[in-house]
């Protein structure tokens, strides 16, 4: 089965740009796979912490907190034109972008921004997991790190202080959004809000068996 030429031609766009970003080495991970921990994690968090703390819910989170989720963030290329997230469909991620562009789209392609090294979309998909409300689309050649839902609520186990600042943060600012969105997605955030309310509940407050 030959696959369609828009496929190969991104694949062959995404290597021929690996190798000029790289200089033909191999892939960078190889490298950090021969450092000890804790110079990996000084690495990510170097990296990718000032981003994570510009995200609204992480905003004042600690220190360890950030490194932990800077040890979860998943990389991956995007090339030109390719779509990222799809408006419509199921979410449990957020990405920040490391280098690159990523276009902001609706239904008919309109453009309603232009996302650029250092921001970041998708964060409420960490909380609710819920359907996209926009297509993101990387416009140049994008370095991005993904967040998934899983990994953050795993971590928050550990940070029951951090899950309170994030619901409150978050709740403030759903409240603040509900006569902009469509009734269906109201009533789904209700729920959902209701079971962070839960577990949030039960972290801070756990029952002794």
Request: proline fraction near 4%; charge should be negative; glycine fraction near 6%.
């Amino acid at each position: 089965m030959h696959a369609p030429a828009s496929l190969r031609k991104n694949v062959h766009n995404y290597f021929r740009f690996i190798w000029w970003r790289d200089q033909g080495m191999s892939d960078s991970t190889t490298l950090i796979e021969h450092l000890n921990d804790g110079m990996v994690s000084d690495i990510r968090f170097h990296l990718n912490g000032k981003i994570l703390k510009s995200v609204n819910i992480f905003c004042g989170a600690p220190d360890g907190f950030i490194r932990d989720l800077c040890k979860r963030l998943l990389s991956q290329l995007y090339v030109p034109d390719e779509i990222i997230v799809k408006k419509g469909d199921p979410g449990k991620e957020m990405y920040l972008i490391s280098t690159g562009a990523v276009a902001v789209e609706g239904d008919m392609g309109q453009r309603f921004a232009v996302l650029k090294s250092g921001q970041h979309f998708g964060e409420m998909a960490l909380l609710f997991p819920m359907l996209r409300t926009a297509t993101c689309r990387a416009i140049q050649y994008s370095d991005v790190f993904r967040l998934h839902y899983d990994d953050l609520h795993d971590i928050l186990q550990e940070y029951p202080e951090v899950l309170e600042s994030i619901t409150k943060a978050t709740l403030e600012k759903l409240e603040t959004m509900q006569g902009e969105l469509p009734s269906w997605m109201t009533q789904m955030i209700a729920v959902a809000a209701s079971d962070l309310n839960s577990a949030r509940d039960y972290l801070l407050n756990p029952t002794s068996e």
